[in-house]
């Protein structure tokens, strides 16, 4: 019988599906996983949630019922949903699109967030929340003018988060998952050039082999959140540490 809990967005493809088949390995944890795709997976410690995190007044409104009451042991948030959105220079992005991202990559983490904390906040639980970040919340990319400013302000956050907290039992990360052969690179390759000066370097990564593989940025994640007293630090980055 599951003992501990994970909640997670953005679990339908990509590094979000490959953490949730890490966890599914765990037989210890309760999963409840929304994304705008249901995987109708029969499993009975999964509780898959269709739910457009572009919809906030949808993700309010549901917001009561993601969060169970429960004895758990350990309960953790990955907020990895995200959208790299439109790739284009500042002054020819689209409104309706840039709303979504910001929506997506920043409001709908903030909600889930907030309402995590104050859901859990007096049970006695190791509490982790970490929000999905991107080497772009610190490095200014041409043609991402909204993801890395999504990603930007979801980091300070989580760090605000943390600097809040007085609870021990509460963790918070902004973790970046470096370059991760995920449908998103996809789109970023096949971005105009004129548009995204950077697509040859984008290129060469998956031709070169550069590209982590979801798998192997998921068991990192899982590392991460099942050892955390070895990264006190809130911000970071896979890439700067390796595991068995």
Request: hydrophobic letters at 40%; aromatic letters at 8%; proline letters at 4%.
């Amino acid at each position: 019988m599951a003992t501990s809990l994970l909640i997670i967005t953005g679990h339908s493809q990509g590094l979000g599906r490959a953490i949730l088949n890490k966890y599914l390995e765990n037989d210890d944890f309760e999963i409840i996983a929304i994304s705008r795709t249901s995987l109708k997976l029969d499993l009975p410690r999964l509780t898959d949630i269709s739910l457009d995190l572009g919809m906030l007044e949808v993700l309010e409104s549901a917001l009561a019922s993601i969060f169970p009451s429960g004895d758990f042991k350990r309960i953790h948030l990955i907020n990895n949903a995200g959208w790299i959105g439109e790739i284009k220079p500042i002054g020819r992005l689209g409104v309706k699109k840039l709303k979504v991202q910001v929506n997506v990559n920043l409001l709908a983490p903030m909600y889930l967030t907030n309402a995590f904390i104050a859901a859990y906040r007096d049970a006695t639980s190791k509490k982790i929340v970490c929000n999905i970040s991107s080497g772009a919340a610190s490095k200014p990319v041409e043609g991402w003018g909204g993801y890395c400013s999504t990603k930007a302000a979801l980091a300070m956050f989580t760090q605000v988060a943390d600097k809040e907290s007085n609870d021990p039992a509460f963790k918070f990360y902004s973790l970046a998952p470096g370059i991760v052969d995920t449908p998103m690179q996809g789109d970023i390759r096949s971005t105009e050039l004129a548009d995204f000066p950077d697509q040859g370097k984008f290129l060469a990564y998956k031709n070169n082999g550069d590209l982590s593989t979801p798998e192997e940025v998921a068991s990192k994640i899982f590392y991460l959140l099942e050892n955390d007293a070895e990264f006190d630090d809130v911000i970071q980055d896979v890439r700067n540490f390796k595991i068995d």
